[in-house]
């Protein structure tokens, strides 16, 4: 046996509810092999906790104040597993049917709780064995697990251990920088894993375009088109900033100016 | 838009029915003017055939002179006018017509004998125009019967739409599964206290069964039906619930529909309460005040909250439920203010045994 196989394995409980809290510390209480290294009220002290404590499992409840499920595992990336614990919610069942190690629904029944706990320490267990980055990053699984035609109206990014929410309204452009987006809000940069299609997926294409491979826009900063060189254009934003503009991008960007 | 210029079919119907007319027309002028057949043959169709388009514009006056507003004396006027000034044209271009036949050989002395027959032009004439309007008159009123009747029906469609929506409505499945849940937790550390829960949701379940088969309810039996809710709900969320109310006491036997304030109540809970680290504050307020009852549910929200789209869908069913039943004599009115949230109702206050 390996040491890494004889640790602990650490959870965190994150539901608004005491109650809720409490069946599961009262499951988890018949598995020494698990410590419960923090719980948690709301998605803001979530994401402060895995960040700063880094557990190897999540339980995470989906209506909270502050962040919703979604939201919290958009942010926490994808080192821990999550199980999400809801009381009703069918699109998460179809988006968990796909992609999160499992999801229990309240009120949650003992064998149910234990054949999830069982997916999970197998889930782990394979993932020491692969690289990490074979699975799809958290805000992918998030993106994927959102209802189709409903679009994010903000977008919450992880700065160390807090969480900034950028309203889709004030967000300017969107640069993607390797495993990265920079999503540009008042002057900011605010980074954040995620790609830069998954991102566009999610924003509502009526506001913002993907003008670029690296660059998606709100529509509403775009001031002007202006040439650039032979054959090719920069939009200019109202505060000046010039982002190249693709071919592509440029037919579907003329579309929306001369609408 | 006029019934029968720019519809083709209806057209050419309407001046077929105008065939007969002119013959009724032709017999009469040959048979009471010495006219020989003929003669009556060829100014009766043409003539008829003008005075069909002429009497296309009795359609006009008839639309602004609805007959159920317009009194017997405007509208005597009003036709005998058109049917006056229509029935002039009418002779006029009958007498152009003749004029120019009697120039021909064929038609010799056509004139003279038109002359003679001008009384009975005016008669008929006078008689076909009023004719038109009879038949505008009967359009128009199938037109209203029409109106109405799909009025009726979208009011009772609407009014049962609602209805089923409220009766869907009765147990949001979240709430309880979430009530489920809490008791399972109880039953390990604090089985009284799972109890009591048990039959607080028992309580609560029984009061809405049967409930959407009412049509109206004492208010008071719905405010105890939000009390066995909040004493739930309160189970679930500790501190973080608190309630005022301030309810006027003659209030309480008003006919209100069933499940009105509830859904408001539970809505304050999953969109206000349940969204607040720390919890807060429902308030209602009821009032009645010259016959109008006024009820205000008004709740902490943080406005930074992440938007849960089942928002809106019970107080656009609240909304909906008070038009089909009071109509414009309901307001209602749902806005949020800095981080507390209202909505405000008014409706007639209907007493107990005038209602169900």
């Given at each position: 046996m390996s040491p890494e196989a004889s640790r602990k394995l650490r959870a965190a409980l994150v539901d608004d509810e005491e109650l809720a809290r409490q069946v599961l510390r009262e499951y988890l209480a018949r598995h020494p092999e698990i410590e419960i290294v923090s719980e948690c009220a709301n998605g803001f002290e979530a994401v402060k906790a895995v960040a700063e404590l880094k557990p190897d499992l999540v339980f995470l409840d989906i209506q909270m104040p502050k962040l919703d499920g979604f939201e919290v595992l958009d942010l926490i990336g994808p080192a821990p597993a999550v199980i999400f614990v809801t009381a009703h919610d069918n699109h998460a069942i179809r988006a968990f049917e796909v992609h999160a190690v499992d999801y229990l629904l309240k009120p949650v029944g003992f064998d149910r709780f234990e054949a999830a706990l069982a997916r999970v320490k197998e889930r782990l267990a394979a993932n020491a064995q692969k690289q990490s980055h074979s699975l799809p990053s958290a805000a992918d699984l998030a993106a994927a697990a959102r209802p189709p035609a409903q679009y994010v109206d903000r977008i919450p990014v992880r700065e160390g251990t807090s969480v900034v929410i950028i309203p889709a309204t004030k967000l300017d452009y969107v640069e993607a920088q390797d495993d990265y987006v920079a999503l540009v809000s008042q002057g900011k940069k605010h980074l954040k894993q995620q790609t830069i299609s998954s991102l566009e997926a999610a924003l509502d294409p009526s506001r913002f375009l993907r003008i670029h491979r690296s660059y998606i826009v709100n529509l509403e900063r775009v001031s002007r088109l202006e040439p650039y060189g032979k054959d090719s254009y920069v939009a200019v934003l109202a505060d000046r900033v010039q982002l190249p503009v693709s071919r592509a991008g440029y037919s579907r960007l003329r579309a929306f100016l001369d609408r | 838009?006029?019934?029968?210029?720019?519809?083709?079919?209806?057209?050419?119907?309407?001046?077929?029915?105008?065939?007969?007319?002119?013959?009724?027309?032709?017999?009469?002028?040959?048979?009471?003017?010495?006219?020989?057949?003929?003669?009556?043959?060829?100014?009766?169709?043409?003539?008829?055939?003008?005075?069909?388009?002429?009497?296309?514009?009795?359609?006009?006056?008839?639309?602004?002179?609805?007959?159920?507003?317009?009194?017997?004396?405007?509208?005597?006027?009003?036709?005998?006018?058109?049917?006056?000034?229509?029935?002039?044209?009418?002779?006029?271009?009958?007498?152009?017509?003749?004029?120019?036949?009697?120039?021909?050989?064929?038609?010799?002395?056509?004139?003279?004998?038109?002359?003679?027959?001008?009384?009975?032009?005016?008669?008929?004439?006078?008689?076909?125009?009023?004719?038109?309007?009879?038949?505008?008159?009967?359009?128009?009123?199938?037109?209203?019967?029409?109106?109405?009747?799909?009025?009726?029906?979208?009011?009772?469609?609407?009014?049962?739409?609602?209805?089923?929506?409220?009766?869907?409505?009765?147990?949001?499945?979240?709430?309880?599964?979430?009530?489920?849940?809490?008791?399972?937790?109880?039953?390990?550390?604090?089985?009284?206290?799972?109890?009591?829960?048990?039959?607080?949701?028992?309580?609560?379940?029984?009061?809405?069964?049967?409930?959407?088969?009412?049509?109206?309810?004492?208010?008071?039996?719905?405010?105890?039906?939000?009390?066995?809710?909040?004493?739930?709900?309160?189970?679930?969320?500790?501190?973080?619930?608190?309630?005022?109310?301030?309810?006027?006491?003659?209030?309480?036997?008003?006919?209100?529909?069933?499940?009105?304030?509830?859904?408001?109540?539970?809505?304050?809970?999953?969109?206000?309460?349940?969204?607040?680290?720390?919890?807060?504050?429902?308030?209602?307020?009821?009032?009645?005040?010259?016959?109008?009852l006024s009820i205000l549910v008004e709740n902490s929200f943080d406005p930074d909250a992440p938007v849960r789209h089942r928002n809106g869908v019970g107080l656009a069913n609240v909304r909906q439920r008070l038009e089909a039943r009071y109509g414009n004599r309901a307001k209602f009115g749902a806005q949020a203010a800095g981080t507390s949230f209202r909505v405000a109702l008014e409706f007639p206050a209907e007493q107990e045994a005038s209602a169900s």
């Open positions: - | 838009m006029h019934p029968i210029l720019g519809h083709l079919r209806r057209m050419v119907l309407y001046l077929a029915a105008w065939v007969p007319l002119a013959a009724l027309l032709a017999y009469l002028l040959a048979n009471t003017h010495a006219m020989d057949i003929r003669e009556a043959l060829v100014l009766a169709f043409p003539l008829c055939l003008v005075y069909a388009f002429v009497c296309l514009s009795a359609w006009y006056p008839c639309r602004v002179t609805p007959l159920e507003r317009t009194g017997a004396s405007k509208l005597a006027a009003t036709h005998f006018l058109g049917a006056l000034v229509a029935t002039a044209l009418w002779i006029f271009v009958a007498k152009m017509l003749t004029d120019e036949l009697s120039e021909s050989a064929a038609f010799r002395g056509l004139d003279r004998r038109f002359a003679a027959a001008v009384p009975l032009l005016v008669g008929t004439g006078v008689l076909f125009y009023l004719l038109s309007v009879a038949f505008y008159y009967i359009l128009l009123g199938i037109e209203v019967s029409r109106d109405a009747e799909a009025r009726v029906m979208q009011a009772s469609m609407l009014a049962r739409e609602a209805e089923l929506r409220a009766l869907k409505a009765q147990v949001n499945p979240h709430f309880l599964f979430n009530s489920l849940n809490s008791i399972s937790a109880l039953t390990g550390s604090d089985p009284a206290k799972a109890r009591e829960m048990c039959i607080l949701l028992g309580d609560f379940l029984r009061r809405t069964l049967g409930l959407g088969e009412k049509s109206a309810i004492p208010l008071g039996e719905e405010l105890s039906l939000i009390h066995a809710f909040l004493a739930v709900e309160k189970i679930r969320f500790g501190s973080r619930l608190n309630m005022v109310e301030n309810v006027d006491p003659q209030a309480v036997n008003i006919a209100v529909p069933p499940l009105l304030l509830q859904p408001l109540v539970e809505n304050a809970v999953a969109h206000g309460i349940a969204n607040l680290v720390e919890g807060g504050c429902i308030q209602l307020n009821v009032a009645l005040h010259e016959g109008v």
